[in-house]
């Protein structure tokens, strides 16, 4: 009986406790939306944009703190914004008593931008908002976004190639004829910025540049801010898992005009073996572009197909020199070999001068 009643007047207690902090967080919850509240005039409509300046549309500047830029995607071209979206407006309908108000529940009251980004295949927010409204009227608001942007990736100059990613932000309900969107560039600020230095490991990211654009729907106008951002691939990977290997292949089948003609199957296991090591990186790198690009020729497909009638062409040489060495004039030969060994290396390093300062100016041109 006592063990009962001590359990009773227990959760009595438990009870009393939890609607005392009950009682108190929601008074506290009521005191910040009282903040918010004192704010909003009476017939305050949440949904129709503020009016601007003399009857002119409101201007809402817009600006983007870059963190991150990753997980670039040329499959299913696309790629990571991960950073913070800034907008600024004045609403002159608010009740301001001369004081500064930092309360992100405040947006729940008020109007603010109803932005969409029609370049995101999806849009990630992570609830870490700010919502600043000063003395004159003028709100500020920020939130954090992680956006997986699409990407039309064209791949003909590859491995030269720059790709130029677009970014788009537009308002939902609000035309021009209500509100004016443009990119905040006042005081000189750039309206896109990083919070540190983004270097992606496949690509150089080149300075962003900002624009706007007009589009019609339903007889209004709606202005769309772009950010554009190219990313010009590093050479660096291509140079150590094509160029060089190919490279080295080349000097490997120089070799043969130092094997005797008379030693024909050395010869042509060498040559059978360099052709194949050249196709086989020919058809990898061809099967991994070829989904998406099966009409374009990438440069890196010139350098390895025009080696290979190079293999070729060493070859029927040393068809001619197995000819020759039937006849009386067998020394000849030796000669069409000694002048390979010279000839040879020449047409290599020629084709190769031509190709890099050929596309390489391509490649700073872009």
């Known amino acids: ?83 913070y979206v800034y907008s600024t407006w004045i609403d002159n309908r608010l009740l301001i008593n001369d004081t500064e ?68 932000i537009a308002l939902m309900s609000s035309n021009d004829n209500e509100v004016h969107p443009q990119w905040d560039k006042e005081n000189a600020n750039e309206p896109i910025s990083f919070s540190k230095k983004i270097e992606p490991l496949q690509f150089h990211l080149g300075k962003p540049r900002t624009y706007t654009t007009k589009a019609e729907y339903d007889g209004a106008n709606f202005t769309y801010l772009y950010m554009s951002m190219s990313l010009k691939r590093r050479l660096t990977g291509s140079v150590v898992n094509i160029y060089a290997p190919s490279t080295l292949i080349v000097a490997v089948s120089w070799v043969t005009f130092w094997i005797r003609a008379e030693a024909a199957p050395a010869r042509v296991a060498l040559i059978v073996t360099s052709l194949l090591t050249l196709c086989t990186q020919s058809s990898i790198k061809q099967a991994v572009y070829d989904a998406r690009e099966e009409k374009n020729t990438k440069k890196i497909n010139t350098w390895i197909e025009d080696l290979i009638p190079e293999k070729g062409e060493n070859s029927g040489k040393q068809q001619e020199n197995r000819a020759c060495s039937h006849c009386s004039l067998a020394s000849n030969a030796a000669d069409i070999d000694v002048l390979c060994r010279k000839l040879f290396p020449l047409l290599f390093l020629i084709f190769s001068v031509v190709y890099w300062v050929y596309y390489l100016s391509i490649y700073e041109q872009k």
């Open 1 to 83: 009986m006592l063990f009962i009643l001590k359990t009773t007047v227990f959760i009595y207690i438990a009870l009393f406790r939890c609607i005392q902090l009950s009682l108190v967080s929601s008074s506290h919850v009521e005191c910040e939306d009282e903040d918010c509240l004192n704010l909003i005039p009476k017939g305050y409509k949440k949904h129709s944009a503020p009016p601007g300046i003399n009857g002119q549309p409101l201007n809402v500047t817009f600006a983007i703190n870059i963190i991150d830029i990753d997980e670039i995607n040329t499959e299913t071209m696309d790629f990571r914004i991960h950073g």
């Open 101 to 168: 108000i930092i309360n992100f529940k405040c947006s729940r009251y008020m109007w603010v931008p109803d932005m969409v980004f029609e370049t995101a295949k999806s849009t990630k927010q992570f609830g870490n908002k700010f919502f600043y409204i000063d003395k004159d009227k003028s709100i500020i608001a920020s939130e954090r976004y992680a956006f997986k942007t699409g990407c039309l990736m064209h791949f003909e100059n590859y491995p030269f190639d720059t790709q130029l990613c677009m970014f788009s």
